[in-house]
């Protein structure tokens, strides 16, 4: 890849990054007077680290990273900005990404007025890598895949992805929000072989905590500090930081819910094929199964006036007439499976 310095947009490399009360002091003190907070109400009263690295820490423990490695983000999407506005001159440079895929690489690039390339599936929703990198290595600086994929569920081919890694000079960015639900390996064990790779994953999806928007980005300590010098300085407040070492003293608990999840997106996908009206189920990696109907508008409706919701993907390239369900209870999926059954087309 090229070198980072060279990725970087030249106002970024060249800017002083705003410092911060918390970022200047280091130590232990006792009395604070230094950032105009309010001395009452304690607890939250005071800035957060601008840094968490407390978070990071354990996050570094957990996944074997170090914590210079990481970045803490608000959910994933914060990440998939900074790095577009870190190293993508507006009006000038492009990303490339894949389709079907998540919906935010592209409208993030629309914000910051940076084109956005994306190059279609296959058929099975698999990726080709040579017909992604004759796109991407003509003018874009950062790569963006889902893996596994959403809407497909899937994991794209390893080695495709390892063909993306070594052939594209920019950034590779893999977003990982549904790895714990994949037999894949993560990309993590990967960042010291691959200088030019970021490593997305969220606290939103396995650790059930999508309301505290809490997003990860890994890569080398270089990329890592390119963003911390463009990010927000207080950009996870006191509570999120709070709430994931909360969740982190429960990764027991995290994965008896995964085997709950696996054992119900088994039984669903089971019962999906009994349903005379599916025509596919695609295979997934994921805690969600993108299914193939006549009509998904006509399902999807009849399920809202059931009180049940769905994502309709239809309009989405690949997936006419498919819809994504995401895996549920017990409770929740037998709800579903008897608003199916119901279901006239």
Known sequence: MKDIKTLVRPNVLSMKPYSSARNEFKGDASVFLDANENPYNNSYNRYPDPLQWEV???????????????????????????????????GADSITTVEPSYGM???????????????????DFE???????????RDS???????PNNPSGNNLSREEIYKVLNGFDGLVIIDEAYIDFSSATSFLAELDKFPNLVVLQTFSKAWGAAAIRLGMAFASEEIIQVLNKIKYPYNINQMTQEYALSLLDKEDIMKEQLVLIFKERATLERALRELPYVQKIYPTDAN???????????????????????????????????????????????????????IDL
Not at 105 to 120: P, Q, R
Not at 304 to 332: K, P, S, Y
């Open 127 to 137: 990726l080709d890598a040579d017909a992604l990198l004759s796109v991407a290595n």
């Open 141 to 147: 600086k950062l790569v963006y895949l889902c893996s």
């Open 56 to 90: 990071k820490m354990r996050i570094a423990a957990l996944k074997g990273v170090r914590k210079e490695n990481i970045l803490l983000g608000n959910g994933s999407d914060e990440p998939i900005d900074l790095l577009m506005r870190a190293f993508c001159e507006p």
């Open 105 to 123: 690489y592209e409208v993030s690039a629309d914000i910051n007025n940076v084109a956005c390339h994306k190059v279609l599936l296959s058929d």
């Open 288 to 342: 969600f199964i993108l299914v193939k109907v006549p009509d998904a508008t006509g399902v999807y409706n009849q399920l809202v006036q059931q009180g049940i919701i769905v994502r309709n993907r239809t309009n989405v390239a690949l997936c006419d007439n498919c819809l994504r369900i995401t895996v549920g209870t017990v409770e929740e999926n037998t709800a579903l499976l008897n608003a199916l059954k119901k």
